[in-house]
């Protein structure tokens, strides 16, 4: 029986770097958009909302990252069927649009991002963007 485990814990140096490659990608998309990273335990550790976004993202973004973060799936691809459930049962803190990514290193949820203020594509492909140079800078 194990009684810990080893474990890798996103730091606010690794969650300022998702927020300036997803601000690099949304700025050369030309769509400005609100960036939101949590760690694994769904605790905001940077929240960024460009000149131009929608200001009601800023809630919107951070649900997606918590979601992505405590389900390790992408938000958007949840069944249907889940959506109002999980709603519910999360006091409306859980979302399935898209632009919640998982933050996944060595087979390890490590956090979440989430993007919002363009399509839900949009948003999705800037997540994913930081998402990928995160993983460029650990490599």
């Known amino acids: 029986m ?3 485990r080893p474990t890798l814990k996103l730091g606010h140096e690794a969650g300022l770097l998702l927020v300036r490659a997803a601000v690099g990608k949304a700025t050369a998309m030309g769509v ?3 960036i939101a990273v949590v760690d ?3 605790n905001l550790l940077t929240l960024l909302r460009m000149d131009g976004s929608r200001l009601l993202s800023i809630d919107i973004v951070t649900n997606k990252a918590m979601t992505a973060a405590s389900t390790g799936l992408p938000t958007g691809d949840l069944p249907p069927a889940s959506e109002v459930k999980l709603g519910l049962a999360s006091g409306g803190r859980m979302t399935n649009l898209k632009g919640g990514l998982p ?4 087979g390890q949820v490590i956090g979440g991002i ?3 203020s363009g399509t839900g594509d ?3 492909e800037v997540a994913q963007a930081a ?3 995160l993983l460029a800078a650990l490599a």
């Open 2 to 4: 194990t009684l810990v």
């Open 32 to 34: 400005p958009q609100v």
């Open 40 to 42: 694994d335990g769904c």
């Open 103 to 106: 933050i996944v290193v060595d």
């Open 114 to 116: 989430g993007v919002g």
């Open 122 to 124: 949009q948003d999705r």
């Open 131 to 133: 998402i990928d140079a």
